[in-house]
């Protein structure tokens, strides 16, 4: 686990060379144990190395036999062993015994058809010297960050923003339009970033820049293909392809440990690892906590465990820091404790397993299972649901208006995100007109459902969260805060051969008897306590709804909430009346306000401190 970043612009090449030290230095937490350069006249690369797998002989770039192609690259390729001998069968030369090497001589042998090869996870960069050309990758699920930018005289690309503002024709300004659907989602979904002319490279897309040319295009796209088996199969099929991506998720010449909370996800993961140390984190008070759950676990499988209770103080303390890793604001609140996971890990271990991508994989989510009224009512016919919404849309509140309303929509209008922060609908009166816009966020989903016409809800609501939910919020921090601390974080429910089971298990086996990830709790029913494996999905539930309620941290929103960077977009009265009727116990507005509060603090971080 890495980082790197690279340039191409007109700049000499002395200059080049200090720039670029200058990039890479921005970005050292994610690699803080060597680093290297590639300059010429053409190109600067620099890489930031986090040493896990040819611990002495790895040091990037690394080239191909007579130098011609060079290759950066941030994360893991688990099949390594397998490419390696299938190019040295094919006449390839290797020099060290680093999963990297395979890519430059896997790009000699297939051009960019190497990156169909990889089973992995990867931001990469590929220098073609006797051509000038580069070309970038990113894993198919987004595991690995990829950002560019872009404009008339310079072309940037990286693990990180931040990299990019040690370059001198960086220009940091402000992308208006990304703030309104931010406060839809709470996260940003939208290929461009808060930062003009800086983009993300898409999950499974590859870039060629040559020529002062940019062109980005699809390698791989995420496609159901849903089969009719039988359970017993692709349970089977299923538990057999798991238990391998776990093995060789734990490929690695330095300790891996793992993360644990309550769930099925990760305990099922430590189950089948066995690592020598988990770890978890937890606040104080009744239903913020799963270290409980954590420790038994552990040692019930006699492993040694490691935990920390956060305190308010540090939660709000460490929020700029936090923000500043993630590049752009997020208001999912579990951004914070996993900030605090990954610090308490790396006081042990350089690499960690997780148990992230397991509710996209195999339908995990409570909003896949419907229950009660909505799950009766969903059966009726779709025009008598839509002739009853307006019916009941005039009439004074009543038990199960809100069903009514909700589900008189298709689901193409009405699901966009699990954690909706404002009514996209009411935003732009929060706004001041200069941020006001007219996009919506059902439009970035649009491409999407049109993918899944005549799919059933839950498969059409699992593609949605792959595409949008798992890559820009969970994904996104979960590399964000790990490399923080330095933790090389691996997902091995995300993994390509994984993803091609579950890509044709009917969803009737992901949600079944009012249980969700139905066909995944019963294969680890067979490595965990029953108790865990049926245990409801929960999150990474933070205290700051309650916090906020208590006088020293609400003076303090308000008191962020009345400052000149919140003046220069949100209207101060609306905001206000969120956080009074809030603390007033009028309202239940933490999210909103949370949401408000994260973007000021990444502001002024970025914009007002930040150099």
């Not at 002319?197 to 999950?203: A, G, I, R, V």
Request: charged share 30%; net charge positive; proline share 4%.
């Amino acid at each position: 686990m890495c980082g790197f970043c690279g340039f191409v612009d007109k700049t000499k090449k002395d200059k080049k060379e200090k720039i670029i030290k200058e990039m890479s230095n921005r970005i050292i937490h994610r690699g803080p144990d060597s680093d290297g350069y590639l300059v010429d006249d053409n190109v600067a690369l620099g890489f930031r190395r986090l040493a896990i797998i040819d611990v002495k002989g790895g040091t990037q770039p690394i080239y191909n036999e007579d130098k011609t192609v060079a290759v950066m690259f941030n994360g893991e390729i688990y099949n390594f062993q397998e490419l390696r001998e299938e190019l040295k069968k094919k006449g390839h030369k290797f020099k060290t015994n680093t999963d990297t090497e395979v890519i430059v001589h896997g790009y000699e042998e297939y051009d960019t058809e190497i990156f169909n090869h990889l089973r992995g996870m990867f931001g990469i960069v590929l220098y073609d010297i006797k051509k000038e050309k580069l070309i970038g990758a990113r894993d198919i699920f987004g595991i690995k960050p990829y950002y560019y930018y872009y404009d008339k005289k310079t072309f940037m690309f990286g693990s990180e923003i931040k990299s990019f503002l040690s370059h001198p024709n960086f220009k940091k300004e402000l992308n208006e339009k990304v703030l309104s659907l931010y406060l839809a989602y709470g996260t940003n979904h939208l290929e461009e970033t808060f930062f003009k002319n800086t983009s993300k490279l898409k999950p499974g897309h590859l870039f060629i820049y040559e020529k002062g040319k940019l062109t980005i295009k699809p390698y791989y796209e995420l496609t159901y293909a849903k089969e009719n088996n039988t359970f017993e199969y692709y349970q089977k099929s299923l538990k057999e392809t798991i238990e391998s991506s776990i093995k060789y998720h734990q490929i690695s010449d330095v300790e891996v440990g793992s993360y644990l909370s309550g769930g099925v996800d990760s305990s099922y993961v430590v189950a089948e690892s066995k690592p020598n140390k988990t770890f978890t984190v937890g606040f104080e008070g009744k239903g913020f906590s799963e270290i409980e759950y954590a420790k038994e676990l552990s040692d019930h499988f006699k492993i040694n465990h490691y935990s920390k209770i956060i305190s308010a103080d540090e939660f709000f303390d460490i929020l700029p820091t936090v923000e500043y890793h993630l590049d752009e604001p997020s208001a999912n609140v579990s951004a914070v404790p996993l900030y605090f996971l990954s610090k308490l890990a790396r006081e042990q271990v350089k690499v960690v397993l997780s148990g992230e991508g397991a509710d996209e994989m195999f339908g995990g989510y409570n909003e896949y299972n419907l229950e009660g009224l909505e799950k009766y009512y969903n059966y009726i016919p779709y025009f008598l649901r839509a002739l009853n919404r307006k019916i009941a849309a005039p009439l004074p509140y009543f038990k199960g208006k809100h069903t009514i309303e909700k589900y008189g929509h298709k689901l193409e209008d009405r699901y966009y995100n699990k954690t909706e922060m404002f009514n996209y609908k009411e935003i732009n009166s929060y706004l001041k007109p200069k941020y006001q816009t007219n996009l919506n966020p059902f439009d970035l989903c649009k491409p999407y459902y049109d993918q899944t016409k005549g799919k059933n809800d839950v498969e059409r609501k699992m593609f949605i969260d792959l595409n949008f939910w798992l890559p820009n919020d969970i994904l996104l921090k979960a590399d964000k805060m790990s490399m923080a601390n330095s933790v090389e974080l691996r997902v091995p429910f995300l993994d390509k051969e994984v993803w091609k089971q579950s890509r044709i298990i009917p969803t009737k086996y992901m949600v079944k008897d009012g249980q969700t990830k139905y066909i995944f709790r019963t294969i680890a029913d067979e490595k965990i306590p029953k108790e865990w494996s049926s245990r409801k999905k929960k999150g990474f539930p933070v205290p700051f709804g309650k916090w906020i309620k208590e006088e020293k941290y609400y003076q303090k929103v308000k008191e962020t909430f009345g400052s000149k960077e919140a003046k220069e977009f949100f209207e101060l009265d609306k905001i206000n009346k969120l956080l009074e009727d809030h603390y007033h116990n009028k309202a239940a507005n933490g999210k909103q306000i949370y949401c408000v509060y994260t973007f000021l603090i990444w502001y002024k971080r970025y914009f007002i401190t930040e150099k």
